[in-house]
């Protein structure tokens, strides 16, 4: 089946600790992106990425860090200099094109505690 | 900048009672204009593209227009599981990036 895979699905970081959201996909695009949903808000941007090894910072990028490494890989490391880190976070990719569709990820709910 | 305004923020519906879900947006080189529809707790589900003023997509009970400025999604005979919430997203010329707004969030009682 091809997709997005996200995980993990909870997850629960201390004040201070860095934590890596992972994302990989089987779709062959080259484009993958991450956004934040926090309530009654709409999806904004962290970082995304139109190709191996290169990256763009998008909306909401401090605090935040990626890496592309590999086409089908695409993980997010939340630092501690994240002073609000708990929200849904969700990864995606689209074909490199511009006007295609981008398929999400299942997400990931992070919670500081 | 790219904007995007989606309303009504919540919207109640019968069973059975149409009704239409609205996307403005403003952005330089309109590129896709992107329907999708998220189940709480779960990643957005892809619906439509729209690509240019006047052009129109249907999907069983769903429907999505657009003009140079909005874009409609229109809801016939809805059913109780045609609730979620419903977001709009706008890709502009420059790049890849979608631009969301901030979602509908509809229910239809039975």
């Known amino acids: 089946d091809g997709g997005i895979t996200q995980s993990p699905k909870y997850l629960f970081r201390k004040e201070g600790q860095n934590v890596t959201l992972s994302c990989e996909q089987n779709l062959n695009h080259d484009a993958m992106y991450w956004y934040r949903q926090d309530p009654g808000q709409g999806l904004r941007l962290i970082y995304y990425s139109q190709i191996v090894n290169d990256f763009q910072k998008g909306d909401i990028a401090e605090g935040y860090s990626v890496s592309r490494e590999k086409k089908e890989s695409f993980p997010l490391t939340v630092t501690s200099a994240q002073k609000n880190p708990t929200a849904f976070y969700l990864c995606a990719s689209s074909s490199r094109s511009g006007g295609t569709e981008a398929f999400f990820g299942q997400g990931t709910r992070l919670t500081v505690v | 900048e790219d904007q995007v305004t989606q309303s009504p923020e919540a919207l109640r519906l019968q069973e059975g009672e149409s009704s239409s879900l609205n996307c403005s947006y403003t952005?330089?080189?309109?590129?896709?204009l992107f329907w999708y529809r998220q189940d709480p707790g779960k990643g957005p589900e892809f619906l439509f593209t729209l690509y240019s003023a006047g052009e129109e997509k249907e999907k069983e009970r769903l429907k999505a227009t657009l003009t140079k400025k909005e874009s409609f999604l229109h809801i016939t005979a809805p059913k109780p599981e045609d609730s979620a919430t419903y977001l709009c997203?706008?890709?502009?010329?420059?790049?890849?990036?979608?631009?969301f707004g901030a979602g509908t969030i509809l229910r239809v009682k039975s």
């Open positions: 997203a706008v890709q502009e010329g420059k790049g890849n990036k979608l631009v």
């Open positions: 952005v330089s080189g309109l590129r896709g």
